[in-house]
């Protein structure tokens, strides 16, 4: 199981361009089955995710290249022949976001068998909304032995109101409605970036959305798809956690090949925390630390609201900023995992209920600590690159889902990190960390 080996205390200098955004390729790929053409999707991420939805489709009758073959990130997926519409729960385990692909099998073939996604760490993460939105559409869906089953001869457009707003849940539905029969109006939709990548490609493929990025989405039914080409949009969170590398470490560091326009509410946060944050036009952001950071509170919101995403990372922030910090997450009912770890290296953090209460600044000092969930590691890493001394983290693979080549970024704007594939027995890591 791989670790990271992170000495802390060397400010981030320089600039780190950001890779295609996993949870815009996640629904983009799932989109491939509503169409026999190929679809070609250029700047996706060199992550897990993608290698698990890969092995999702390819599990179906799909063909799909590996875009780790070619210098574009390109994955072209063929829908031709999907001679299984089954999501397996061996892969649906290791992703939830594999529901995504209920509305388009359900589009495409009539039916589909997805294994219910079940909890991860952060939460339960049902998908009710997604069932509920498709029996409105006339799909009959039946539950037993741990797979959802979905079958309709062919969707009707339908009025949804989400009882909760729902990424996944706005992005499966989306895909169903676009060959349902006739109109289809959702409210209380997602307005993520992400959802409004999945409905550009899905008019390029000939869809007819209107209202994307907003919470109330028209589809006009069409009765075919066909092929496209479409570049995926930069990583907003990777992003976010970068311009936290470089205020956490007081470096000057400039992300660039990201959208500034995604990150609105990161920027200001990390503004009123007293971090200098510049928007350089175009698609780079400068952020430079060094001065006193201020605890500043944060209470996660939907897009455009600050993201839960960024949670985890901004908590290792606070813990060097001076005063309190009140961190409250909204969207998951678990998702302070990273707190114990965080206070073995020295953090000051009390959670009552929703809402962490930071103290700092806290000196950080290295400890061997585990990666819970994909956020929770950044966070982890953020904190080590601060801490005095050498900090070994534990279980990488779930940083490795939705961050690509982080530690080869990481190292390339100074930071001294080292990826172990368990190349160590225990006494020669020790006499490695001894140097
Ligand atoms: C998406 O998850 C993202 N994943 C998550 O990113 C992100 O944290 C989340 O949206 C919130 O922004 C992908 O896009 C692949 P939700 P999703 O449905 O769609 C409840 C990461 O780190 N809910 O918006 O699964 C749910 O329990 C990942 O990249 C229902 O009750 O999240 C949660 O409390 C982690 N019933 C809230 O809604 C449903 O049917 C929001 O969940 C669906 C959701």
Known sequence: MDKFVIRGGNPLVGTVRISGAKNSALPCIAAAILTEDDIVLENIPLVRDMDTERRLLESMGAAVQRPEANAQHLMTISCRSLSDPVARYEIVKTMR????????????????????????????RPIDLHLKGLEKMGAAITQEHGYIEARAERLRGAHIVFDKITVTGTEDLLMAAVMAEGETLMENCAREPEVCDLAALLNAMGAKIEGAGTSTIRVHGVTSLHGAHYRINPDRIEAGTFLIAGAITGGDLIVANCDPAHLGAVIAKLQEAGARVDVLGGDSVRVRGGGKLQGADISTEEYPG?????????????????????????????????VQELVRMGANIKVDAKTATVRGPARLSSAAVMCSDLRASASLVLAALVAEGE????????????????????????????????????????????D
Do not use: W
Request: glycine content about 10%.
């Open 306 to 338: 600050f993201p839960t995403d960024m949670q985890a990372q901004y908590m290792a922030l606070a813990t060097q900023a001076e005063g309190v910090s009140l961190v409250t997450e909204n969207i998951f009912e678990n998702r302070f995992m990273h």
């Open 391 to 434: 900090t070994v983290i534990d279980r990488v693979y779930h940083m490795d889902r939705g961050y690509e080549h982080i530690e080869q970024k990481l190292s390339s704007v100074g930071a001294q990190i080292q990826r172990l594939g368990n190349l160590f027995a225990p006494r020669e890591q020790a006499a490695y960390m001894a």
């Open 97 to 124: 976001a594999s529901s995504l692909v209920l509305g388009p099998l359900v589009a495409r073939t009539g039916m589909a068998r997805v294994a219910m996604p079940g909890g991860c760490a952060i939460g339960g």
